[in-house]
């Protein structure tokens, strides 16, 4: 660019000497340049030469050569004669008389400073007196081209000082909180500051402080200054949300707090956060902020985020809390929700948070079930269990998991095997009561529950049906040892999917529960016996394993087959298709909970094989839906599981079963003749037609065996004998929806005056986040004028509940000084719920601000 514009000026002044000399077509035209043993001539020398016009190079030896050349050699070309040097004095210039020829129109002197501000579109005077002040900075080509980069259309002297310490400092913005944040990220905060020092080479780093200070509101210092100016910022972050009598031993001021604060955040908040979480831990201890505590104890400081030592106060208050059964849950779990947003939450406590958070659960589960009347009959002994206290279950197994990835277990073991007793001891004991009570009175001579789904129906009610109804292809999953929590997990995955409709249906199983008399269960066809080896038969067919049960199946629907879902799912797509092409049903069986959890080396690990099992679930379904195009999807058990821990103690432990033993395991026995020892219960098979009788174990009893004790099933425990149906839909052609839908959300202020800095601004999600509506993700923010006025905020609305449960709110921070009382901004709320960032909503504020 800068040669560019040099060529354009020496054309000008060969045009204005051939003027000059009345139409002569010869022009001399001088340069001296003192820099120009680094200058590159070649784009000059191409440019002048298409214009007819030689680049003669002069040089203190050749200016006799260069007199001889030009006054009598060649008196007729046009040339530019470049002298590399600086020029001579008149009285010692042998080629003054050349010189002098072209008049005013012979010598071009070159105004670099000129031509540099004309290359960076700048033209005040006062501009150029700073920029000649500071030319050295503008030697370097590298930095000049990024201080174009940086460089702001119409840029003001302000803007051109900020752009050069950006340049220097390695910032990507000449935005005040950028430079700050560059230098203090790069250099030490309290002593020299080698940042600063590359500053000071070009450019006084009185500058820096004072875009800073002014940007920030802070008074300048006359040592440590650096060190002040981040101090003051970060006391205003520490003093928004604790009161003033609790921090009158510190000094620090600005009048601009709210700018100081979002600064805080936005740098806790991004990549390249380690620095600022430094200085914040530096500050900690120099402003000696656990004495403050000790002092005042946690309270006056559960809204601030600031420092470490306050979010470990909380973490450890919020635990001997829960320890001494004080914690009052809602306001504690309003707490977990606001400092789930700070960053010292995801940075050193996210994983205790979620021990606590999943704890806090428990303990409204706990406190829930205290207040729950005893089920007298079947139906409410069924009803209890599936419509509430299931969630007993999948809490304390989501405390498990939380607890299971803690680095610091010892910290929190206290609390865990205090809800581990609670769980194990006293809630699955009393369920252990209800069952045995409610067995004994009406289910032990009749086992079917009125009025809900047997899981020995399944075929008939949920499968004929459709086949019969369409031709729809149906995919049966059954997950051994799937047990009915666990099919809530995965229900609530499947919820969120487009065009997608899942239900989960309790279904009461068979007992005894477990695998053989299970799987058989939901095979179409009646049970017409168990072999003395234990294999059950379905219309005089065996059950035992993928081609057993395909017979059966194929008895009933002939197009129909049975796979293990592994070896499916690992088929390519035309293996796949191959295989099922032209079958209506098609049941897919999955064993990894009962695998592992049957065999006393892994048992311990049921927990974690829940997980991976509702993983590969859902990336069956997935497969099932994409690749083979699954409309109708049915996942099911054949029993779930009793899972403890701790050992199982003596008295659960009753003798073994004598008799005419066809299967047992450590919670049953069947067969005929059989022995009824204490905490044993007899059960009669007529309720499957089956003239033989199953001894289970009452409540958490187990029989001695040899095994494994944690993982246990058979018994009637609602745990092991209710288990989960998902049914899956997939809505294809024309009621297919053609994109996801949302919840809506609206701001829900009764007015839109703005009269304080800080605002707490109301939003109403108006639908429920369940059935066809998706929850959304939000980021907000006031602006005006097009500029940013305010912190970020970011909200999912995601409520399930009624209308008042669905109403948030979000705290804002009014950037100081940006805007007048009167002045109209707009609340822009944009949608960040997928991949991309979409526009939402506007609302329009009245700003009535009299004073910061």
């Given at each position: 660019m800068l040669d560019l514009n040099i060529i354009q000026e020496l054309l000008t002044l060969f045009h204005q000497q051939r003027e000059h000399n009345k139409g002569s077509n010869r022009a001399l035209v001088f340069w001296y340049d003192p820099e120009g043993n680094e200058r590159d001539l070649e784009e000059i020398h191409s440019a002048l030469a298409v214009e007819g016009i030689g680049v003669w190079m002069v040089t203190p030896d050749n200016v006799f050569r260069t007199k001889i050349k030009f006054e009598l050699e060649d008196t007729d070309s046009s040339y530019l004669l470049y002298a590399p040097f600086e020029k001579p004095e008149n009285k010692d210039n042998f080629l003054l008389d050349m010189l002098l020829y072209g008049g005013k129109y012979g010598e071009f002197v070159a105004d670099e400073l000129a031509i540099k501000m004309q290359e960076l579109r700048l033209d005040h005077l006062a501009i150029r007196s700073f920029m000649k002040k500071h030319w050295s900075f503008f030697g370097s080509q590298k930095r000049v081209d990024r201080f174009k980069r940086l460089l702001p259309n119409a840029a003001t002297e302000d803007d051109v000082k900020s752009t050069m310490i950006a340049v220097l400092i390695g910032a990507d913005s000449i935005y005040p909180p950028k430079l700050l944040k560059s230098v203090l990220k790069n250099g030490d905060i309290q002593q020299d500051n080698e940042i600063l020092k590359d500053i000071e080479k070009y450019i006084s780093s009185e500058i820096f402080y004072e875009i800073v200070e002014e940007y920030f509101g802070i008074q300048p210092v006359k040592e440590y200054r650096l060190f002040h100016i981040i101090q003051c910022i970060i006391f205003q972050h520490f003093k928004m949300y604790v009161e003033d009598k609790y921090l009158e031993s510190f000094s620090f001021h600005s009048t601009v707090p709210n700018i100081c604060k979002v600064f805080v955040d936005e740098w806790l908040l991004s990549k390249d956060n380690e620095s600022i979480a430094n200085i914040l831990i530096l500050l900690e201890d120099k402003w000696d902020i656990k004495g403050l505590l000790q002092k005042y104890s946690y309270e006056p400081f559960i809204q601030c985020e600031t420092f470490l030592v306050i979010e470990e106060k909380i973490v450890n208050t919020m635990y001997n809390l829960l320890l001494e059964d004080a914690l009052p849950v809602k306001e504690?779990?309003?707490?977990?929700?606001?400092?789930s947003r700070g960053y010292w939450h995801y940075a050193r406590f996210e994983n205790k948070y979620m021990f606590l958070e999943q704890a806090l659960y428990v303990y409204e589960c706990k406190e829930a079930f205290s207040k729950s009347k005893e089920p007298q009959t079947g139906e409410e002994w069924f009803s209890l269990y599936t419509e509430h206290q299931y969630m007993v279950d999948y809490r304390y197994r989501q405390l498990n998991k939380s607890f299971r990835i803690l680095h610091d277990q010892e910290s929190v073991t206290e609390l865990y095997q205090k809800l581990t007793y609670w769980y194990e001891q006293?809630?699955?004991?009393?369920?252990?009561?209800?069952?045995?009570?409610?067995?004994?009175?009406?289910?032990?001579?009749?086992?079917?529950?009125?009025?809900?789904?047997?899981?020995?129906?399944?075929?008939?009610?949920?499968i004929s049906s459709v086949v019969e109804g369409s031709r729809e292809r149906i995919f049966v999953i059954i997950s051994d040892a799937l047990r009915y929590e666990v099919g809530y997990e995965l229900k609530e995955s499947f919820t969120g999917r487009l065009n997608a409709e899942v239900a989960l249906i309790p279904m009461q199983g068979v007992l005894p529960s477990y695998t053989q008399l299970g799987m058989a269960s939901l095979l179409p066809g009646s049970i017409t016996g168990i072999s003395e080896n234990g294999i059950v038969e379905v219309e005089g067919l065996s059950t035992s394993g993928t081609i057993?049960?395909?017979?059966v199946l194929q008895n009933k629907v002939p197009e129909s087959v049975a796979f293990n879902l592994e070896d499916f799912i690992a088929l390519n797509k035309e293996e796949g298709k191959q295989h099922i092409r032209g079958k209506r049903v098609v049941y897919l069986y999955h064993n990894y909970i009962d695998a592992l959890g049957d065999d006393i080396k892994t048992e311990k690990h049921t927990y974690e094989s829940v997980e991976r099992t509702i993983e590969q679930m859902k990336k069956s379904v997935k497969k099932l839906v994409g690749t083979y195009e699954a409309v109708r999807i049915y996942m099911t058990s054949d029993h779930g599981f009793l899972y403890q821990s701790g050992k199982v103690e003596a008295y659960q432990k009753t003798e073994?079963?004598?008799?005419?033993?066809?299967?047992?395991?450590?919670?049953?026995?069947?067969?005929?003749?059989?022995?009824?020892?204490?905490?044993?219960?007899?059960i009669s098979l007529g309720?499957?037609?089956?003239e033989a009788d199953a001894v289970i174990a009452k409540g958490l009893n187990r029989f001695t065996a040899q095994g494994g004790q944690r993982f246990v099933h058979g018994g009637a425990m609602p745990q092991e004998c209710i288990v989960p149906l998902i049914e899956y839909r997939q809505i294809r052609g024309k009621a297919k929806k053609s994109g996801e839908k949302r919840v809506n959300v609206r701001v829900a202020s009764a007015t839109n005056n703005i009269t304080s800095y800080h605002i707490t601004i109301p939003f109403f999600q108006e639908e429920k986040a369940e059935n066809d509506y998706l929850p959304r993700s939000l980021r907000m923010a006031f602006y005006f004028n097009g500029g940013r006025i305010s912190n970020e905020v970011h909200v999912t609305f995601?409520?399930?509940?009624?209308?008042?449960?669905?109403?948030?709110s979000a705290t804002f921070h009014l950037f100081e000084g940006r805007y007048k009382t009167g002045d109209r901004c707009v609340l822009r709320m944009e949608d960040v719920s997928g991949s991309t960032t979409d526009l939402y909503d506007e609302e329009e504020f009245l700003l009535k601000l009299y004073s910061v």
């Open positions: 504690w779990r309003s707490i977990l929700h606001e400092r006293e809630f699955l004991r009393s369920w252990g009561r209800y069952t045995d009570t409610v067995v004994h009175r009406e289910l032990s001579q009749s086992w079917n529950i009125p009025g809900v789904l047997h899981q020995q129906d399944f075929f008939k009610k949920m057993h049960r395909t017979r073994r079963i004598d008799g005419e033993i066809y299967d047992r395991n450590r919670r049953f026995a069947i067969g005929k003749n059989l022995s009824l020892p204490d905490g044993t219960t007899r309720y499957i037609g089956l995601d409520s399930i509940g009624e209308a008042k449960e669905r109403e948030l």
